[in-house]
């Protein structure tokens, strides 16, 4: 399913917005002429038996150890290129977007998204994007919202 259907489907009101080639997050802000803080990024850890999809600003960083707290996991890794494809088999490779449930994957946002009133994100390919309100998206996500990028 696309990511437009997806949000159709589930009531939220949505900007669709086509850019210049962005392969990172840093780059899709720049596109879309926005702070890099209000772009979601998706990250994939892996656990003991499960994916999760970890949300956090483009200029943020992962921190794992928080993850897996977060996750009750002893370590959580990130996902390799092959099991991302496996993952999101309608998305180009590092356009995934951010939403857990769409891919049957757990939520975890960091708590820093919630500075602002609109995320920005990738809408599986590189060259188009959608801009939503975070209220949306936390609702039809409803993630796990914690600390979990470097400090």
């Not at 994916?51 to 928080?66: E, G, Q, R």
């Not at 891919?103 to 975890?108: A, D, H, K, Q, S």
């Not at 609109?118 to 590189?126: D, E, F, N, R, S």
Request: net charge negative; glycine share 6%; with cysteine.
């Amino acid at each position: 399913m696309k990511l437009e259907e997806y949000l159709q489907r589930s009531n939220v009101k949505f900007e669709k917005h086509t850019h210049p080639v962005a392969y990172t997050a840093q780059q899709l802000a720049d596109a879309e002429h926005v702070t890099g803080f209000m772009v979601a990024k998706p990250v994939i850890v892996k656990g003991a038996t499960d994916f999760a999809m970890c949300v956090i600003a483009a200029p943020d960083h992962l921190d794992l150890k928080s993850v897996a707290g977060v996750l009750g996991e002893k370590a959580v890794r990130l996902a390799t290129e092959p099991e991302m494809a496996d993952l999101f088999p309608d998305c180009e490779l590092g356009a995934e977007p951010p939403f857990g449930p769409m891919f049957n994957l757990r939520t975890v946002a960091d708590a820093r998204l919630e500075n602002d009133v609109y995320l920005v994100m990738q809408a599986g390919t590189h060259s188009e994007a959608v801009k939503l309100r975070l209220s949306d998206w936390k609702r039809v996500c409803k993630p796990l919202v914690a600390g979990i990028v470097v400090q």
